[in-house]
């Protein structure tokens, strides 16, 4: 019966840590594909060979989760570091006050300082490229930059067609979910031909995309009517989400393209 009841509570932990590690998830993981296979598409024969050279196969979908996975390892140092950016909305990134423990600014800056550095390990560009495929995608998800006070909009309960969520787990997933497409489907339609690149597609500014994605949270923060969402909200803002998502990709294909042109076959052994 002691054994009995031991496994139940070793189920339940298993259940509640998948749970926490769910609400921190940028876009989920269809997004983080989504945007992979967009900017999987940007790159070019050469950068693919570098990219197989790293970490055996260039195809960026299946890292698209890395940095959330490792969330589970408690041990791990990457499991803790900020996925996101806290700034008033009446501020830019360059003029509000950082955190003492970093952000998601500095964090993929340095990542990507790590990826571009001849002189760092095999093993240091593995993880800072996964990490890169998935810290670009959440610069453009509207709820990483977000307000301290909420937690970016982790505490601010609203209801998706009758069922309690929150809104930072509404953007992250909710709103993907219900359009019932695969990463490869929501990618076809976040990034249809008829549109061309998307402006800025070849910005490479880290700061810049904060900003960018910070006009978006305050439209949504403008609009919280009466938390209880459907099908007007995401009508509303399936575009923003599509947008967001498109130029995501277009900008993580271009940042690895810049990146891996600088890198010889040498430089990643």
Excluded: C
């Excluded at 769910?22 to 598409?41: D, V």
């Excluded at 890395?66 to 041990?75: F, K, L, N, P, Q």
């Excluded at 006009?215 to 399936?238: E, P, V």
């Amino acid at each position: 019966m002691d054994k009995l009841l031991k496994v139940q509570w070793l189920l339940l932990a298993f259940v509640l840590i998948v749970s926490l590690n769910l609400e921190a998830l940028g876009w989920g993981s269809t997004g983080h594909r989504a945007i992979a296979e967009i900017a999987n598409r940007q790159l070019d024969r050469s950068t693919k060979k570098k990219i197989v050279a790293l970490l055996g196969d260039s195809y960026l979908p299946l890292y698209a989760t890395y940095a959330d996975d490792v969330r589970s390892e408690r041990d791990n140092p990457l499991s803790r570091v900020p996925h996101y950016v806290n700034m008033p909305f009446d501020q830019t990134y360059e003029n509000s006050e950082k955190s003492e423990d970093g952000d998601l600014v500095t964090v993929l800056n340095g990542m990507i300082s790590t990826l571009n550095d001849k002189n760092s390990s095999k093993e240091d560009k593995q993880v800072a490229l996964k990490f890169i495929i998935h810290l670009v995608a959440d610069a453009h998800q509207p709820l990483h930059v977000g307000l301290a006070d909420d937690l970016g909009g982790n505490q601010v309960e609203v209801k998706w067609f009758g069922r309690e969520t929150n809104l930072h787990r509404l953007w992250d997933s909710d709103l993907i979910n219900h359009s019932n497409l695969s990463y490869i489907e929501l990618a076809r339609f976040a990034d249809s031909p008829v549109n061309g690149e998307p402006t800025g597609a070849n910005n490479l500014s880290v700061v810049d995309w904060i900003d960018d994605s910070q006009k978006y949270t305050k439209m949504i923060y403008d609009d919280l009517g009466d938390k209880n969402y459907g099908y007007d909200y995401y009508h509303q803002f399936s575009p923003v989400l599509m947008e967001q998502i498109r130029k995501a990709g277009y900008h993580l294909g271009n940042m690895l393209k810049s990146i891996f042109k600088e890198l010889k076959m040498s430089d990643l052994k």
